[in-house]
């Protein structure tokens, strides 16, 4: 597998404290999302890199253990833990090998943004609360009913620009679901996102790194 540039040192005087890797499922409306966080918070300090459409939740496990492995190569280990961060990005859907999936993310500490049943649940969140057990249709036409943009683009894309202000508040929406979900014994039944986590581990390595930056 061809090596992300973002693994390999740059000749840069000022080396970036925080990278993070995703890899995800979809190859429209995940990586125009991520696109957006990574504008929005990414940086000569944050260094964020999107492959989308990288296949089968499994398959991206595969694909971010292997990208783990080079970077430990390539950095060393106590410098890549300290800096580093895989993330898959991928939905419930019908996939076959998802038990397996959770089990290779945890023996390799790669991190998972998991939606069941799709990444369109978390979009929804930046606008309002959901808590209704339903497929992936009636999310995303959910969506198109409280976001018309997304189905007016045909490919559904979302305009970052659109919900970058409301990123907190979809946080705190999809940790009170997962809560719910918790207290009811049913751990990610629908609905439910991960996603939240990689978002908020993106903007607080932001944070951190504007904060030393300024003292």
């Not at 540039?5 to 995703?22: D, V």
């Not at 007016?152 to 970052?160: D, Q, R």
């Not at 751990?187 to 903007?203: E, G, H, K, Q």
Request: charged residues 30%.
């Amino acid at each position: 597998m061809r090596k992300p540039s973002s693994l390999k040192r740059a000749p840069a005087s000022r080396e970036a404290k925080a990278r993070f890797l995703i890899f995800t499922e979809g190859k429209n409306t995940e990586p125009a999302y991520l696109n957006g966080v990574k504008r929005k918070f990414g940086g000569a300090l944050v260094d964020v890199q999107i492959v989308g459409g990288a296949g089968t939740p499994f398959t991206l496990s595969e694909k971010a253990e292997e990208a783990l492995k080079a970077a430990r190569k390539i950095k060393g280990k106590s410098s890549f833990e300290e800096r580093d961060q895989f993330w898959i990005v991928f939905d419930r859907d019908e996939h076959p090998k998802l038990a397996e999936t959770f089990e290779k993310c945890k023996a390799n500490k790669i991190n998972t943004a998991f939606s069941n049943p799709c990444f369109e649940l978390w979009l929804i969140l930046h606008f309002a609360d959901f808590d209704k057990a339903c497929d992936r249709h009636h999310v995303q036409s959910h969506l198109c009913s409280i976001y018309p943009k997304y189905k007016k683009s045909g490919g559904k894309l979302v305009e970052f620009v659109d919900l970058e202000n409301y990123i907190e508040l979809a946080e705190a929406r999809a940790k009170a679901q997962e809560k719910r979900r918790e207290d009811e014994g049913s751990a990610s039944n629908p609905p439910f996102t991960s996603v939240y986590r990689l978002i908020s581990a993106i903007r607080l390595a932001s944070d951190q790194n504007t904060t030393k930056d300024d003292q």
